[in-house]
């Protein structure tokens, strides 16, 4: 028998480090894992025997076995599920499909404890976690409806071999070389503890192998078919593990029976953390779905609309039939009523928390709020609903807010939901353009989620307020009466006292010193104590929406902007006074491209010319000094 020498992918070779230096608090942790994997075989068999009844060769009662050996120090876990051949052995346990896996290991790298990160089944490579327990593991495994059988094996410290071997009957067989310190696991009543905690609720027999008599490990029928009064909260948390390969507790469960024109079974997980992988485009959910306990697919996206892919669990039903094809799945009428009760049922429960769990919600929403957002522009049936849950930091405070709470406190004479989007909430909350809407006490929503520039211009309105970015024009700052009265007449004074200082000669010299780099010049009323600011055009693109753009290379060049500067500001008054007596003056034409870099700079911008900016700036301050 000749055996290939294989080095694991580089990304395995550091999990393993980290696994073998106790990445799980809890060592038990490893047979939960190993279980869950066998069940899944057993699952992915069941389903592939309902088109190909003979793949179950005279086996069709899966089980998933146990065995012992105190004396060699070894124990091994079997299945007679789908199998694997070479290929699946080396795709499976040599490297790591899962893209999420390489920010887990950055994030578990850089963490002060890595072993209180308790997050490595999230990425589905749980088979790794028996190098916790031992110094070599060796995987036999045939796969069904295949003559070869095929042995791994590896000590975990950088390389596996692969040969051919025999094995009778289909199925893997996990075999772990415990190390000394971890023989407890050879003990029978050790393992009927971990078994009755951990997975209880898998759907197929875990038998301990006895040489007086097999015994069953497990309660051995699928949990979502039991009352909800049978199932204890610790099975709930269990199952999730189990079919989201999470380490996390769900933060809702959400079981329930539909009856009436369609039935089905749902078994709902809302998780508490974010997976790494959450915005990877080849994320697949972790929603399975069964006929009458067969399993069918995992990760349908038939099942929830994308922007609740977070949600994990099963659902099972029993109207479609047994042979249904995953691509039968994409157009078929029963699926598209499951998925709209499955949606209504999330959305429901999303309702009740947000009414109830302020706090866990408010949780919950950081984590997945941008997920959940991006349904306010591809699900308009949902919209309304998603409208009234939303949650947003804004200017009144550190907290959040709600879009009904946001229209309650707007002020006299305010017509518009204001909000400003940025990548950094700090930023944003010191950005000049919200001067005037602080000085007026006018709140304004901060977003700082990419997706939020997509649904605002797709949405338009909440209860028929318009939704308008403070970085374009037309703000209509002084139709809208601040709580102060005496404020307000201040700022008709001081806009009476700037309207007789005339600015125009100086718009008139930025104008012809910045040329076709600004879309125009002209006074602005929300600028209090800033001396400049950009804005869009009041019917153009967000400023953040049009940089998203770029990056994206949807569009060429960020337009031209329009330049605001503030007429009370004390420089603008001085070199409005030099405009006056010279529109020629030299250093205008300087100023006015500081004026534009600092307008730029403040909007996070990169200078495209940073080497004039500096001469010019150099120069100013030469002067400033009497150099």
């Given at each position: 028998?000749?055996?290939?020498?294989?080095?694991?992918?580089?990304?395995?070779?550091?999990?393993?480090?980290?696994?073998?230096?106790?990445?799980?608090?809890?060592?038990?942790?490893?047979?939960?894992?190993?279980?869950?994997?066998?069940?899944?075989?057993?699952?992915?068999?069941?389903?592939?025997?309902?088109?190909?009844?003979?793949?179950?060769?005279?086996?069709?009662?899966?089980?998933?076995?146990?065995?012992?050996?105190?004396?060699?120090?070894?124990?091994?876990?079997?299945?007679?599920?789908?199998?694997?051949?070479?290929?699946?052995?080396?795709?499976?346990?040599?490297?790591?499909?899962?893209?999420?896996?390489?920010?887990?290991?950055?994030?578990?790298?850089?963490?002060?404890?890595?072993?209180?990160?308790?997050?490595?089944?999230?990425?589905?490579?749980?088979?790794?976690?028996?190098?916790?327990?031992?110094?070599?593991?060796?995987?036999?495994?045939?796969?069904?409806?295949?003559?070869?059988?095929?042995?791994?094996?590896?000590?975990?410290?950088?390389?596996?071999?692969?040969?051919?071997?025999?094995?009778?009957?289909?199925?893997?067989?996990?075999?772990?070389?415990?190390?000394?310190?971890?023989?407890?696991?050879?003990?029978e009543n050790r393992l009927r503890h971990?078994?009755?905690?951990?997975?209880?609720?898998?759907?197929?027999?875990?038998?301990?192998?006895?040489?007086?008599?097999?015994?069953?490990?497990?309660?051995?029928?699928?949990?979502?078919?039991?009352?909800?009064?049978?199932?204890?909260?610790?099975?709930?948390?269990?199952?999730?593990?189990?079919?989201?390969?999470?380490?996390?507790?769900?933060?809702?469960?959400?079981?329930?029976?539909?009856?009436?024109?369609?039935?089905?079974?749902?078994?709902?997980?809302?998780?508490?953390?974010?997976?790494?992988?959450?915005?990877?485009?080849?994320?697949?959910?972790?929603?399975?779905?069964?006929?009458?306990?067969?399993?069918?697919?995992?990760?349908?996206?038939?099942?929830?609309?994308?922007?609740?892919?977070?949600?994990?669990?099963?659902?099972?039903?029993?109207?479609?039939?047994?042979?249904?094809?995953?691509?039968?799945?994409?157009?078929?009428?029963?699926?598209?009523?499951?998925?709209?009760?499955?949606?209504?049922?999330?959305?429901?429960?999303?309702?009740?928390?947000?009414?109830?769990?302020?706090?866990?919600?408010?949780?919950?929403?950081?984590?997945?709020?941008?997920?959940?957002?991006?349904?306010?522009?591809?699900?308009?049936?949902?919209?309304?609903?998603?409208?009234?849950?939303?949650?947003?930091?804004?200017?009144?405070?550190?907290?959040?807010?709600?879009?009904?709470?946001?229209?309650?406190?707007?002020?006299?004479?305010?017509?518009?939901?204001?909000?400003?989007?940025?990548?950094?909430?700090?930023?944003?909350?010191?950005?000049?353009?919200?001067?005037?809407?602080?000085?007026?006490?006018?709140?304004?929503?901060?977003?700082?989620?990419?997706?939020?520039?997509?649904?605002?211009?797709?949405?338009?309105?909440?209860?028929?307020?318009?939704?308008?970015?403070?970085?374009?024009?037309?703000?209509?700052?002084?139709?809208?009466?601040?709580?102060?009265k005496d404020a307000d007449k201040d700022?008709?004074?001081?806009?009476?006292?700037?309207?007789?200082?005339?600015?125009?000669?100086?718009?008139?010299?930025?104008?012809?010193?910045?040329?076709?780099?600004?879309?125009?010049?002209?006074?602005?009323?929300?600028?209090?104590?800033?001396?400049?600011?950009?804005?869009?055009?009041?019917?153009?693109?967000?400023?953040?929406?049009?940089?998203?753009?770029?990056?994206?290379?949807?569009?060429?060049?960020?337009?031209?902007?329009?330049?605001?500067?503030?007429?009370?500001?004390?420089?603008?008054?001085?070199?409005?006074?030099?405009?006056?007596?010279?529109?020629?003056?030299?250093?205008?034409?300087?100023?006015?491209?500081?004026?534009?870099?600092?307008?730029?700079?403040?909007?996070?911008?990169?200078?495209?010319?940073?080497?004039?900016?500096?001469?010019?700036?150099?120069?100013?301050?030469?002067?400033?000094?009497?150099?």
């Open positions: 028998m000749t055996e290939e020498k294989m080095r694991f992918e580089a990304e395995v070779s550091r999990l393993l480090d980290i696994v073998v230096h106790s990445l799980y608090s809890n060592k038990d942790i490893f047979l939960r894992e190993l279980i869950s994997n066998a069940s899944d075989a057993c699952d992915k068999l069941r389903y592939e025997a309902i088109a190909k009844p003979d793949l179950l060769a005279g086996d069709a009662e899966f089980k998933v076995r146990l065995l012992t050996d105190n004396v060699r120090n070894v124990l091994t876990i079997a299945d007679n599920g789908i199998g694997m051949n070479k290929e699946d052995l080396v795709e499976n346990l040599g490297t790591i499909a899962n893209s999420g896996t390489a920010k887990f290991l950055d994030a578990v790298s850089k963490s002060e404890n890595a072993k209180d990160v308790d997050l490595i089944g999230q990425f589905g490579v749980g088979f790794y976690s028996a190098f916790m327990v031992a110094n070599k593991v060796e995987v036999v495994s045939k796969k069904a409806g295949e003559d070869q059988a095929w042995k791994w094996s590896s000590d975990g410290k950088g390389e596996y071999t692969i040969a051919e071997t025999e094995m009778e009957g289909r199925g893997t067989q996990i075999t772990l070389h415990l190390t000394d310190d971890n023989k407890e696991f050879t003990d971990i078994v009755k905690t951990y997975s209880d609720h898998i759907g197929i027999p875990v038998v301990l192998m006895k040489g007086d008599g097999d015994e069953t490990l497990n309660e051995a029928s699928a949990l979502w078919t039991r009352p909800k009064s049978e199932i204890t909260e610790e099975q709930y948390k269990e199952f999730y593990k189990h079919t989201s390969h999470a380490f996390d507790d769900p933060w809702k469960t959400i079981h329930y029976q539909a009856e009436g024109a369609i039935e089905y079974t749902g078994l709902l997980y809302l998780p508490t953390m974010r997976p790494f992988d959450l915005y990877d485009p080849k994320r697949k959910g972790h929603l399975k779905l069964y006929v009458r306990k067969v399993f069918i697919t995992e990760g349908a996206d038939e099942l929830l609309p994308p922007w609740l892919r977070f949600v994990s669990g099963v659902v099972d039903s029993q109207d479609l039939p047994l042979n249904v094809s995953r691509e039968m799945l994409q157009d078929h009428p029963l699926l598209t009523k499951i998925k709209s009760g499955l949606t209504k049922k999330v959305l429901s429960e999303l309702e009740k928390a947000a009414k109830k769990d302020t706090e866990g919600f408010e949780t919950f929403w950081e984590n997945f709020g941008a997920v959940v957002k991006e349904g306010l522009y591809e699900d308009q049936s949902h919209q309304d609903r998603i409208l009234k849950i939303a949650k947003f930091r804004s200017t009144n405070g550190d907290g959040w807010t709600t879009l009904a709470d946001y229209v309650e406190r707007m002020k006299d004479g305010q017509k518009a939901i204001y909000y400003i989007s940025g990548e950094d909430i700090d930023a944003l909350k010191r950005s000049p353009q919200l001067e005037g809407f602080a000085a007026k006490g006018i709140e304004v929503l901060l977003l700082t989620d990419p997706v939020d520039e997509f649904w605002m211009p797709s949405v338009g309105q909440f209860e028929e307020k318009d939704f308008k970015s403070v970085t374009r024009g037309g703000a209509d700052l002084n139709d809208i009466k601040s709580d102060d700022d008709k004074k001081d806009d009476d006292a700037a309207s007789d200082a005339s600015v125009d000669a100086l718009i008139a010299a930025i104008k012809l010193a910045l040329g076709t780099g600004v879309k125009d010049v002209r006074e602005s009323d929300r600028l209090t104590s800033s001396a400049c600011c950009l804005i869009a055009d009041e019917m153009g693109m967000d400023l953040r929406m049009e940089r998203l753009m770029k990056q994206h290379n949807r569009v060429d060049e960020v337009s031209p902007r329009i330049l605001e500067i503030n007429p009370k500001h004390s420089l603008i008054k001085k070199l409005s006074d030099i405009a006056i007596k010279d529109a020629k003056a030299p250093i205008l034409g300087d100023a006015a491209q500081l004026l534009l870099d600092q307008a730029r700079i403040l909007e996070g911008e990169a200078l495209p010319d940073p080497v004039s900016f500096a001469r010019r700036l150099d120069l100013v301050m030469e002067k400033g000094l009497g150099a």
